[in-house]
């Protein structure tokens, strides 16, 4: 699959939703959202959305982001902790493709 994504993205999180980008998802459209980390380091959020064509939204993410972030989504929408990359994202991630 292609990514043909900005380098930056911006991402704005209103009491209505995150925009992403020109996309907006209001928060009635996401069904949880996980923290993905290697080792002690957070490196990816994860929104799993209820689109049919879309399932998940990945977004790099740091410790102070996530920290941040652990604050202000609850109020809006449930982690789902127990989700992690499978084996072909790894292995994706570690050749840097």
């Avoid at 907006?24 to 799993?48: C, G, H, K, M, Q």
């Amino acid at each position: 699959m292609e990514n043909n994504s900005e380098d930056i993205v911006n991402v704005t999180i209103t009491e209505l939703g995150i925009n992403i980008a020109n996309s907006f998802y209001d928060f009635s459209r996401i069904n949880s959202y996980t923290f993905i980390y290697e080792w002690p380091n957070a490196v990816l959020l994860r929104l799993n959305l209820e689109n049919k064509w879309i399932k998940n939204i990945d977004l790099k993410v740091d410790n102070n982001i996530v920290a941040d972030l652990k604050n202000i989504l609850p109020n809006f929408i449930e982690e789902n902790p127990k989700v992690d990359m499978t084996f072909s994202e790894k292995l994706i991630r570690m050749l840097k493709l």
